[in-house]
């Protein structure tokens, strides 16, 4: 069935350091990608966007890359900072049936030590 | 602000009980999404209005119902509470369920149910 892999679960890096998370998706019919911020008790803010017709989208210090064959898509922040540290959720839009829904990947706990 | 509304912000209730959570969409969404979030864990979807026809499910229970009113507002009605059904309830809103590209969804505050 349709599902998104994220890993890692957890990450902990020292400020100033770059943080990687990755994301693969089952369904090749996905074609929009978006990220999620989420810090304790609040709700999931995105942060970045990418359509599937485009190979990467830089904002500031957060990029995010798509692989279409691989079928796999990247977080990259630069220059971590302590107000990065969240959970961080990647999502695939996907087909089902005529209609679209999202697909949330389980979440990567980012932990900036300053 | 994302624009989209959520009351209550928090609910405790016993077991067995039937609560109602409410949500209002961004102005000129016509979808409306219902995510479970329990503790630590993520984002469960589990269902989805569209202009208030049901466009998808997900893993809802049947003791949970959801609908979509004409002034597309919705509400998630959760019944014959368990302890394990305590949750953070969001509701999210997007334009258009039809288009897969750019369809942005954006949260709620949520809605924090505590079963006791």
């Known amino acids: 069935g349709e599902n998104v892999e994220q890993h890692p679960s957890t990450l902990s890096v020292q400020e100033g350091d770059s943080a990687v998370i990755k994301c693969t998706y089952s369904?090749?019919?996905?074609?929009?990608f978006p990220w999620y911020k989420q810090e304790l008790g609040k709700r999931p803010q995105l942060i970045i966007d990418?359509?599937?017709?485009?190979g990467e989208k830089k904002d500031q210090r957060i990029a995010v890359t798509l692989n279409k064959t691989a079928k796999h898509f990247s977080l990259h922040i630069t220059e971590t900072q302590p107000e990065d540290s969240a959970v961080y959720f990647c999502?695939?839009?996907?087909?089902?049936?005529?209609?679209?829904?999202?697909?949330f990947g389980t979440g990567t706990r980012l932990k900036v030590l300053a | 602000d994302s624009g989209v509304t959520q009351t209550p912000k928090h609910l405790i209730t016993a077991t067995g009980q039937r609560v109602t959570l409410r949500c209002s969409p961004r102005?000129?969404?016509?979808?409306v999404y219902w995510y479970q979030q329990s503790l630590d864990q993520g984002l469960q979807f589990l269902i989805q209005?569209?202009?208030?026809?049901?466009?998808a499910k997900g893993n809802i229970l049947e003791r949970f119902s959801a609908q979509q009113f004409p002034d597309l507002h919705s509400e998630l009605n959760l019944s014959s509470l368990e302890l394990g059904d305590s949750a953070l309830y969001f509701c999210?809103?997007?334009?258009?369920?039809?288009?897969?590209?750019?369809?942005?969804?954006?949260f709620g505050e949520g809605s924090w149910l505590t079963v006791v």
């Open positions: 369904d090749s019919a996905s074609n929009y």
């Open positions: 209005y569209y202009n208030g026809e049901e466009r």
């Open positions: 990418i359509r599937s017709n485009v």
């Open positions: 999502a695939a839009s996907m087909n089902t049936s005529g209609t679209y829904k999202y697909i």
């Open positions: 102005s000129g969404d016509l979808s």
């Open positions: 999210a809103s997007s334009v258009d369920a039809w288009t897969g590209a750019g369809n942005t969804i954006y």
